[in-house]
């Protein structure tokens, strides 16, 4: 297709590929920065609201502006570019839904409207699930280890939280449990995302390269569940 565009309308999609390009890597930059901030300020103080605030709307734009970044390897000739895109576009909504869930668990447990979860709540995780299911069949076809391995991830995260929002009583233990594992997630997304960004330079690896996206998943998975365990100890004495 882009053999058809006039030179002006080929510098003009660079121009702007640049531009988007920019623009996800400074708010990216932004994210890593914070991402600090509510993990170690007190647990819903001031600091920590604000703060995660600040990076779940980062998180959100870099889960937009990575979409068309992504497209773009759609329409390689490459098949294992397009796969790799695919995943992206995967791992995009995986960080998305693990955002709104974060958020959502939360406000649900204040008493907002939807507490009974509903489909603004049900939608996103049936939605995570299926493309989940999809890049399953694309990994066992294309023999990837990497897309079977999340594709997994993201089909448990996804059966998860429908659960969460199917069941007739939650707690306000369960919500607090829930929203460290879903921030969690969004957290070593963004861990992953510098990995992978760096991975040329720092690691001399390619950026695909399986070990690189699992090492931060599983020390990001162990650290999730030594934290929510710690947490539902905490509550279940009464502690704040």
């Not at 882009?2 to 920019?22: C, I, K």
């Not at 895109?85 to 939360?106: E, P, Q």
């Not at 709540?121 to 299911?133: D, E, F, K, N, S």
Request: aromatic share 6%.
């Amino acid at each position: 297709m882009d053999r058809h565009l006039r030179p002006g309308d080929r510098g003009r999609e660079a121009q702007e590929g640049a531009l988007l390009r920019w623009l996800h890597i400074a708010v990216g930059a932004l994210a890593f920065a914070v991402v600090s901030i509510p993990l170690l300020a007190r647990k819903g103080g001031r600091v920590h609201m604000c703060a995660g605030s600040v990076y779940v709307y980062a998180m959100a734009v870099l889960a937009v502006t990575g979409v068309p970044l992504a497209a773009r390897g759609l329409a390689h000739e490459d098949p294992v570019r397009r796969a790799n895109a695919l995943f992206l576009f995967f791992i995009a909504l995986l960080a998305a839904d693990s955002a709104w869930m974060g958020v959502g668990v939360l406000r649900a447990a204040k008493g907002s409207s939807a507490a009974r979860g509903g489909p603004v709540r049900i939608g996103p995780p049936a939605v995570l699930l299926l493309a989940a299911l999809c890049l399953l069949v694309l990994g066992i076809l294309g023999g990837s280890v990497l897309h079977v391995s999340f594709a997994l991830l993201g089909a448990t995260l996804a059966t998860g939280r429908l659960a969460y929002w199917l069941r007739s009583t939650r707690t306000r233990a369960d919500a607090i449990v829930m929203h460290i594992g879903a921030m969690g997630v969004l957290c070593i997304t963004t861990l992953t995302a510098f990995v992978i960004t760096n991975a040329r330079h720092v690691f001399h690896a390619r950026p695909f390269t399986l070990v690189l996206w699992i090492a931060p998943t599983v020390l990001g998975a162990a650290v999730i569940g030594l934290s929510q365990r710690a947490w539902r100890a905490r509550l279940a004495r009464g502690e704040p």
